[in-house]
Structure formats: C-alpha cells, structure tokens
C-alpha cells in the first residue's frame, strides 16, 4: 500500500512569490490535513480537508490556502511570501480524521524563502 | 485550549523500558490522547491513542491516570530506532461551535537511546 506522497520535496523561492504543495494520500484516505514544522513553534496545524470541503482551520492568515480535489488529493497553496515562511511542510490523511483517526504524514515539502 | 506538557528530553539504554510522561491537565470529557513520533528527516508517525483506558499495541502501551490529567507512554524495551521526537496530542476545541478544531501538537520530548 503506497504511503501518502508529497511533491515537492524541497523548493526554493524568494519574498513575494506564491508556491503550490501537493498531497496524494493513502488511497481510500478522505480526510487530508497539512501542518506547518518550523524550529521555533513545532508542528502546528493548517487546516484539513474532508471530500472535497474544508472542515477545519487553524491559526493562520489568509495568505495560506488549499482545496483538495474528488479523488482525495490535496494542495495547499502560500502567497506574497514572507521569511517566516520557511519551513517544513507536513500533511497527513486519514480514514476518518486528526481527531479519531490515525494520521499517516508524508515526508514533508521543505520550503526556504529568501 | 487544551494543552499538552511534556519534557524537553529524557535518555534511556537499550533495551530498557522508557515511560514518556504527558500532562494535560485541562483536557476536557471527549478529548482523545495521541501519541506520534517523528524520527530524524522524517514525518510523524502513528504510535498510539486512546481515550480512559490503557491501552496496548504492538509499538507501545499507553497508560492514562484516572482523572485523565496525565498520561504515560510506556517503550518496554527501547532499541536504538526509537530515538526519535515524541508528541503527545489532544484535540483542541477553537471555535465554540464545536465544527473548528485545531490539532495541538507541542514541542515533544526528545527521546535519546545510548546503546
């Protein structure tokens, strides 16, 4: 069984750009939620995606975005971006989601912002 | 918000067991507890959950005080491929609806295993 995939895997980019992350889960995986890793704050949570609906959101500004597509795949999409944005970015899927569900993470997008 | 507390690290020998503590002292009556682990260069991995009772897998045991302030993962014997970040999560109610939520990952406990 393929684990979840994400592409990139590493990108550079410079202020004010926007970037596009993709996702393909773990077939039969509806539920998909990114995270955004950085040294200084951990892991912290984007938002998720449920068949094709955006059913929770964290903590971040409007600049940070995603859809996720009918056959379960997810991009999250960053625009203007800043300095801060460096980081790993993390998404998992599950049958069910974050809450109850186990999560399965892909091996994350690295991006740096110069 | 439903926080997690953990230390910073701990160190253990191979082969010995290791009890990873957590506190979640305002976790609320249907939070769930996870556990996940992120080894170096790598994504977080699945360990174990669970809500009032123990509970046993194949990786772990995840013991769960009775008032639910506390929980402990138990490595009964540790290998050197369970150094690795350890998170312990709850759910964290955001919006007072109930619909929003935000998973509350902290900054885990950095597991060292000396051979």
């Known amino acids: 069984k393929a684990g979840v995939t994400q592409t990139p895997r590493y990108l550079i980019k410079t202020r004010g750009q926007q970037v596009t992350l993709s996702c393909s889960p773990i077939s039969g995986h509806r539920s998909v939620s990114w995270y955004q890793q950085t040294p200084g704050q951990g892991l912290q949570f984007l938002f998720e995606y449920f068949s094709e609906t955006q059913r929770n959101k964290g903590n971040f500004p409007g600049r940070f975005s995603g859809r996720q597509f009918s056959n379960s795949r997810s991009e999250m999409n960053v625009s203007t971006l800043e300095l801060g944005d460096s980081a790993l970015y993390l998404c998992a899927s599950s049958v069910t989601g974050p809450n109850t569900g186990e999560l399965f993470f892909g091996e994350g997008s690295r991006l740096t912002v110069l | 918000d439903a926080k997690t507390t953990q230390p910073n690290s701990m160190e253990s020998n191979e082969e010995e067991p290791v009890h990873l503590p957590c506190n979640h002292s305002?976790?609320?009556?249907?939070?769930?507890i996870h556990w996940y682990r992120q080894l170096p260069s790598q994504g977080p991995e699945y360990v174990i959950h669970g809500l009032t009772s123990n509970v046993n897998n194949r990786m772990a045991s995840l013991a769960i005080a009775e008032d639910r302030k506390s929980s402990t993962l138990i490595l009964h014997r540790a290998t050197l491929r369970d150094a690795a970040v350890y998170y312990c999560?709850?759910?964290?109610?955001?919006?007072?609806?109930?619909?929003?939520?935000?998973?509350?990952f902290g900054k885990g406990t950095l597991l060292t295993v000396n051979p």
């Open positions: 999560i709850l759910r964290d109610v955001w919006d007072s609806g109930g619909s929003n939520y935000k998973l509350t």
């Open positions: 305002t976790i609320s009556g249907t939070d769930y």
